[in-house]
Nanobody
């Protein structure tokens, strides 16, 4: 599966952005999708996961109520709607395919990543 993220940008605090992750080559055996993010000088951290079949979701506490993940199976695309953005949300956002549910929250368990998309939130 090849992963391509898009949709990042610069936004003021309180604003919104929508990210996309296209999973080319996805098959029925492709596992749930996850979003992670990595801020400068910090480890890559789990943000959210979603299953293709039932749309089950799991969120990091830091984004609950502000971020919403969804998927379009026909387009092999996962979306991340981010509202009420905060400066601490500034990071490069990556998507990956998980082999299990619930998805691991340790980024080292994911061998393949997209190139990432930069999200910058100004105060």
């Amino acid at each position: 599966v090849q992963l391509v993220e898009s949709g990042g940008g610069l936004v003021q605090a309180g604003g919104s952005l929508s990210l996309s992750c296209v999973a080319s080559g996805r098959t029925l055996s492709t596992g749930p999708m996850v979003w992670f993010r990595q801020a400068p000088g910090k480890e890559r951290e789990f943000v959210v996961g979603i299953t293709w079949a039932l749309g089950r979701t799991i969120y990091a506490d830091s984004v609950k109520g502000r971020f919403t993940v969804s998927r379009d199976n026909a387009k092999n695309t996962v979306y991340l709607q981010m509202n009420d953005l905060k400066p601490e949300d500034t990071a490069i956002y990556y998507c990956a395919a998980s082999g299990k549910w619930p998805p691991p929250k340790n980024s080292r368990e994911y061998p393949d990543w997209g190139q990432g998309t930069q999200v910058t939130v100004s105060s």
